[in-house]
């Protein structure tokens, strides 16, 4: 996939997010990386202490970039919170190259689950 093809795919994520949430903004990765947590934690509640909010944003990190071999999936604790083994760290130096690995795994990771696929049998 060529630059320009992230930058949109990028895009139609956040808008779609966006539209989703009826927000006035599109968000940002840290918003998505904690939507994406809240989607595998599996459970919504009104207020997040800024620790959970971290923890949530971790789990999303570890579960799009699973499939590099980063980290796996170990199972849940008694309150329902997944938890990931450190296989290998993530080795990207830089915040803009991390941002970048961040964000094509985000695509990738809303590529197969298919969040598109009913947008475009409708249209």
């Not at 992230?6 to 997010?17: A, N």
């Not at 993530?90 to 696929?117: N, P, S, T």
Request: contains cysteine; glycine residues 4%.
């Amino acid at each position: 996939m060529e630059d320009w093809q992230y930058d949109f795919e990028w895009l139609r994520i956040r808008h779609f997010l966006k539209e989703k949430f009826n927000k006035d903004a599109i968000p940002d990765l840290n918003a998505v990386l904690f939507l994406v947590g809240i989607q595998i934690l599996g459970r919504w509640k009104k207020k997040f202490t800024k620790e959970e909010k971290q923890d949530l944003m971790h789990i999303a990190i570890c579960e799009i970039t699973q499939d590099d071999g980063h980290f796996a999936f170990k199972g849940r604790d008694h309150d329902g919170w997944p938890h990931y083994e450190v296989l290998e760290p993530i080795q990207k130096k830089g915040v803009k190259e991390q941002e970048q690995y961040l964000i094509k795994k985000m695509i990738a990771y809303f590529a197969r689950e298919k969040y598109f696929d009913n947008e475009e049998k409708s249209n």
